[in-house]
């Protein structure tokens, strides 16, 4: 079942169990399917990796948001922030844990032969590419240049 198909299944049951803020969410995940669906160039059907990216760059986007709220002491609109992301985290793969990071990236390095900060953008593109969606890049990003460092 593609994913699309499985949050209007979600929606159904959060709405017969009037889950609003489920449904929030749910209805989030799918309003940014369809737009990158439909997007100039897109192609009918969103591959795995790119209803993936889709899915991080909108709990990016809560996490964010509820950084900013918490800061402005808007505890109102940060509880619905957290809401929506703890709806949208379960679609996307599993994420890796720090040591996790640090052990597949102490192999990706001597793998590479990166030696210094200045080969981070070596590491981090291949990085990014293989750990996509398991991992966050600004996570990546500060192991790397701990392991460089």
């Known amino acids: 079942m593609s994913l699309i198909n499985q949050?209007?299944?979600?929606i159904k049951q959060a709405m017969l169990a009037k889950q609003a803020d489920r449904l929030r969410g749910l209805r989030?995940?799918?309003a940014a399917l369809l737009v990158a669906r439909t997007e100039k160039g897109a192609t009918e059907e969103l591959t795995g990796e790119a209803e993936i990216k889709v899915l991080q760059k909108l709990v990016k986007q809560r996490k964010e948001s509820a950084d900013i709220?918490?800061?402005q002491n808007r505890d109102d609109l940060y509880q619905i922030e957290m809401a929506e992301m703890q709806v949208i985290e379960p679609y996307l793969p599993q994420q890796?844990?720090?040591f996790e990071i640090?052990?597949?990236l102490q192999e990706l390095i001597?793998?590479?032969g990166a030696t210094s900060v200045s080969d981070m953008g070596k590491v981090m593109?291949?990085?990014n590419k293989e750990l996509a969606g398991q991992a966050d890049g600004r996570t990546i990003?500060?192991?790397v240049r701990q392991l460089l460092g």
Request: aromatic fraction near 8%.
């Open 110 to 112: 001597s793998r590479v």
């Open 125 to 127: 593109g291949i990085a």
């Open 96 to 98: 890796m844990t720090r």
């Open 69 to 71: 709220y918490k800061a």
């Open 28 to 30: 989030a995940i799918k």
């Open 141 to 143: 990003s500060e192991v």
């Open 7 to 10: 949050v209007d299944q979600d």
């Open 102 to 104: 640090e052990g597949y």
